[in-house]
């Protein structure tokens, strides 16, 4: 990413951000219409995904002129996902 794309980026996140856990439900809910196979694989309070997700793409988002300091996280986001049996192909729909 060039750096004027990561600005926009960033200065986009600065206005969605505070509405973190709306925007993480209303992700989890779309989610579930898209694909409601994959509510199975989460059984337990959804405001804990949600705030993960949003820290997480906060993280990355505020790490996007150094990615790799944060692909360790993203890593092990994504082996979670597989450890709980999310198989590859759910990413289009997200």
């Known amino acids: 990413m060039t750096p004027t794309q990561i600005a926009v980026v960033q200065a ?23 694909a409601p196979e994959l509510r199975q694989f989460y059984q337990t309070d959804l405001q ?11 993280l990355a988002v505020a790490s996007l002129a150094r990615l790799d300091s944060v692909l360790p996280m993203l890593q092990d986001f994504a082996t979670q996902r597989i450890e709980r049996g999310i198989k590859d192909g759910y990413e289009t729909i997200v």
């Open 12 to 34: 986009s996140w600065q206005k969605v951000a505070p509405l973190g856990g709306e925007l993480a439900d209303t992700f989890y809910q779309r989610l579930f219409e898209l």
């Open 48 to 58: 804990q995904y949600g705030d993960r997700l949003m820290r997480n793409l906060g």
